[in-house]
């Protein structure tokens, strides 16, 4: 494909991207590399004959088998790369139809890709963990790259990761650069992992080229994340060093077995991913390379506001014309803030496969649409595909998820209105205390300085501090023998509460002790007979079980709560600070609580693993309903 601004050379039939000319650079694509590992669609399936099974699936590079040309005039070309599957492929390729479009139009400086997976109802079940669009860029020109704004850098080379210049550490992608090529790296920490992003933020990243005459950028831009999984807030992969940028639209990470796409062996099902845009741009040599960036963002700008797209040519992008648009208003009703009911800005508020609330984060397999409230609680979600829907929300400041009452079936072109819908967050009593701020991150809550063996300089000072690499060991460091106490009246959530309640290395060896974490607080009276209630709100679980106990943490005393061991988010190990949300409200009798100095104790018993754990995004403890009328009252109330 050629537009005489950029020239895109696709192998036939199998679909890789083997060739990217533009700029004088006769290509960008990693070189060294073979033709089917520059630019190429891949997936990570099993046969799911296993539910439960955590092990890696096998790896499909989706090469196809026919090439066609669907559409060839002088205002476009497009071209459809397809697979089509049969019994006899069976246990070998998953049982998907696959069709990867690659579309050029006049005057574009970049071209679009998309793809269509297929699942016939006839055809047996299979489980599909993650699958992308992925290009690797010659190492010897893209040494600079952008995530977001305030995450750009440059990078080291892959050769760096190798074993005399890297010295691997406690999993395959991190690695310590002990003999850099590049001696500005040295001591540093690469690993992929640091550089993913939110679903929501995630619309353009990419590399620059410094090679003089002409600085060159490549970027991936997202117009649309409707056919990503996991709402707004999932985290993907991005670019990392290879030079490799990612376009991911599934995938298990930050989230684990719960976001695997299970088919079933009578399921049909069909899903269009992208179109995407890889855009390519260029500055004079003496111009500012980050002007690239800054040109990177403004496409990104543009092709936001073309979404969606009038060129795809299969019938399955649904067009412009025959989406449609739901408007409304969110208002949220806490009795025991507020007796109105209070219009609600920054909300989110999205449509997504009908289910219990807050589902959406571990729907995968259908389209999500999501909006965010104006300040004075409107909301207008556009370009939604025709379909069946439950409408959900989130606010921050407020525990919980919001679903709206019915499902929403949504055709053709409509417009629908659902008027004033109000969210009544859990609730039973007024507030005693509280730690930390509800807003499904651990990121309020105090992250420690990183081992100076084991940094990224990019987050020194950052704002995303807890990117670096180890931090689940300076837990060990910080409380040696005693775990971490917490007192109401006197501590500060952001400086006395770790964001993870990881497990402890013991010192002189690689195992571990589990944890018990002590919330202490004071009664000055007790209603006996009144249930207060615990809200523990979560921001991510790894393969961990939580236990609460009340006054008494001795070992013969049965935990009030357990939640049984859950989650497989692997969020500490990768660097996050949320993953999935979970919630959990714990009736305590009044009969458990004393007069005075109360505890409340949290314990994590599993400790297998450093990697095992919590991060906790909100707890409260409320009064019984009836509190308002009694006299008693806490001694210190943490302020927000």
Same mark, same amino acid.
Request: net charge negative.
């Given at each position: ?281 260029? /500055? ?186 180890? /931090? ?169």
């Amino acid at each position: 494909m050629d537009n005489g601004i950029v020239k895109v050379t696709i192998s036939n039939p199998e679909g890789f991207v083997t060739e990217i000319q533009y700029n004088g650079i006769d290509n960008l694509l990693e070189v060294l590399n073979t033709e089917s590992n520059r630019g190429y669609y891949d997936m990570v399936w099993d046969e799911g004959k296993k539910k439960g099974a955590r092990k890696k699936g096998a790896f499909d590079r989706m090469d196809a088998t026919e090439m066609s040309v669907i559409v060839e005039n002088e205002e476009q070309v497009e071209l459809s790369f397809t697979r089509t599957w049969n019994s006899s492929l069976q246990g070998l390729y998953p049982p998907l139809n696959i069709d990867k479009r690659f579309v050029m139009v006049d005057g574009s400086s970049g071209f679009y890709t998309y793809a269509i997976y297929e699942h016939l109802e006839e055809w047996p079940g299979f489980n599909l963990s993650n699958t992308r669009i992925a290009f690797k860029l010659r190492k010897d020109k893209f040494n600079y790259m952008v995530v977001e704004e305030e995450r750009q850098r440059f990078m080291p080379l892959p050769d760096d990761r190798e074993e005399g210049r890297g010295q691997v550490l406690a999993y395959p992608e991190a690695v310590l650069l002990t003999n850099p090529i590049e001696p500005q790296f040295k001591g540093e920490v690469d690993d992929k992992y640091q550089y993913s992003i939110e679903s929501r933020k995630n619309h353009v990243h990419g590399w620059i080229s410094m090679d003089p005459p002409k600085s060159t950028g490549f970027w991936i831009i997202t117009p649309s994340n409707e056919f990503r999984c996991g709402g707004p807030l999932k985290q993907f992969l991005a670019s990392h060093v290879g030079p490799t940028a990612l376009s991911v639209f599934h995938s298990t990470h930050y989230s684990g077995v719960d976001l695997i796409m299970r088919f079933g062996p009578n399921e049909a099902w069909k899903k269009v991913y992208g179109p995407i845009f890889i855009y390519l741009n260029s /500055l004079s040599n003496g111009e500012s390379p980050t002007q690239l960036w800054d040109d990177a963002r403004q496409q990104t700008v543009n092709e936001i506001e073309s979404w969606p797209y009038r060129f795809p040519a299969s019938k399955d992008f649904v067009k412009g014309e025959e989406r449609a648009k739901l408007e409304g208003r969110l208002l949220v009703h806490d009795r025991y803030m507020s007796d109105a009911f209070i219009p609600v800005g920054s909300a989110y508020v999205g449509l997504a496969s009908p289910g219990e609330p807050g589902s959406w984060q571990r729907e995968s397999k259908g389209y999500q649409f999501w909006t965010i409230t104006d300040d004075k609680g409107y909301f207008s979600i556009t370009n939604i595909l025709p379909g069946n829907y439950s409408l959900y929300s989130w606010v921050k400041g407020y525990i919980g998820d919001y679903k709206y009452h019915q499902v929403i079936n949504i055709t053709s072109g409509s417009e629908v209105n659902v008027g004033e819908v109000v969210y009544e967050p859990a609730r039973e009593g007024p507030t005693l205390w509280e730690i930390g701020i509800p807003d499904r991150s651990a990121a309020e809550f105090y992250v420690p300085d990183p081992n100076h063996k084991y940094i990224n300089t990019l987050y020194l000072n950052h704002t995303d501090r807890y990117r670096q690499y180890g /931090l689940w060991e300076r837990y060990a460091d910080l409380y040696p023998q005693e775990d971490l106490v917490y007192n109401v009246s006197t501590s500060d959530y952001t400086k006395d509460w770790f964001f993870a309640q990881v497990n402890r290395k013991k010192e002189n060896n690689n195992t571990y002790e589990a944890t018990t974490w002590k919330i202490n607080f004071n009664l000055e009276n007790v209603i006996a007979n009144g249930t207060y209630k615990l809200r523990v709100a979560l921001a991510s679980v790894h393969f961990a079980e939580l236990q609460i106990r009340v006054n008494n943490n001795s070992e013969g005393n049965p935990a009030l709560f357990r939640s049984g061991v859950i989650g497989s988010e692997n969020t500490i190990a990768r660097h996050g600070i949320h993953g999935f949300y979970w919630l959990f409200n714990v009736d305590i009798e009044g009969t458990l609580l004393g007069q005075g100095n109360n505890s409340i104790f949290f314990s994590q018993p599993n400790n297998t693993s450093p990697f095992q754990g919590i991060l906790y995004d909100y707890i409260r403890l409320e009064a019984p309903p009836h509190y308002t009328n009694f006299t008693s009252k806490l001694n210190n109330i943490l302020p927000n």
